[in-house]
């Protein structure tokens, strides 16, 4: 257990719909990133907060959004959803949001969009 | 740009056999760090090792070794005397301290190895 826990486990939902994945930290780790695993594109970083600010920004779409919340939670949502945006959802949480720390991922949310 | 390549994509290996992942990363950046995690049927990602670009001493962690080479970009891991529960896609990743990725990992494709009885 990385101590980095994520919720739903599972969402199936419609085209066009918009969901939100939540993602809580290991304790003490300031740092949360969103990553996508997909068959066709792998695994592929999207955003990662720091202390409640967006730090980086990678290959997000714009109907995808995230904040990082006081409590250091955050959240992932996804509007406008379509097909291929059906994949598993990581988040990871690191100590700092330095390249040199380690990141620890939580089980993921497996998104199915019909 | 940087880039990490796991030019494997699945190998099958019998019980107690060694076994080599290999992975091939490309960065501009002089310091920076490799990493390998561990993804089981199960989908969950383990973290097993990081090592920075200072620090091209090999590791060993019981049935697991990992060889660094940066003149041949290179990062590879083995396992000795597989067993059954080896049986995951491995990925090879790479973070910068200064580049692009500022600090986000960037995956290999993964390769996936079964451990058959």
């Known amino acids: 257990d990385s101590g980095v826990t994520q919720t739903p486990k599972h969402l199936i939902t419609a085209t066009g719909q918009r969901v939100t994945l939540r993602c809580s930290p290991r304790?003490?780790?300031?740092?949360v990133y969103w990553y996508q695993q997909s068959l066709d594109q792998g695994l592929q970083f999207l955003i990662q907060?720091?202390?409640?600010?967006?730090?980086a920004k990678g290959n997000i779409l714009e109907r995808f959004s995230a904040q990082q919340f006081p409590d250091l939670h955050s959240e992932l949502n996804l509007s406008s959803l379509e097909l291929g945006d059906s994949a598993l959802y990581f988040c990871?949480?690191?100590?700092?949001?330095?390249?040199?720390?380690?990141?620890?991922f939580g089980p993921g949310t497996r998104l199915t969009v019909t | 740009a940087q880039k990490v390549t796991q030019a494997q994509t699945e190998i099958s290996v019998v019980e107690k056999e060694d076994v080599t992942l290999d992975c091939v990363y490309e960065t501009r950046d002089t310091t920076y760090y490799l990493f390998w995690y561990k993804q089981p049927p199960s989908g969950e990602l383990v973290f097993l090792i990081r090592r920075n670009s200072f620090d091209e001493q090999n590791e060993i962690s019981g049935r697991y070794s990992w060889n660094f080479q940066k003149s041949t970009s290179s990062f590879n891991f083995t396992i000795t005397a597989s067993q059954v529960v080896d049986s995951a896609v491995y990925f090879c990743a790479l973070s910068e301290r200064y580049g692009g990725s500022q600090g986000n990992l960037i995956f290999g494709k993964g390769t996936k190895l079964s451990v058959k009885p």
């Open positions: 907060y720091y202390n409640g600010e967006e730090r």
């Open positions: 990871a949480s690191s100590r700092e949001g330095q390249s040199s720390y380690e990141q620890y």
């Open positions: 304790s003490g780790d300031l740092s």
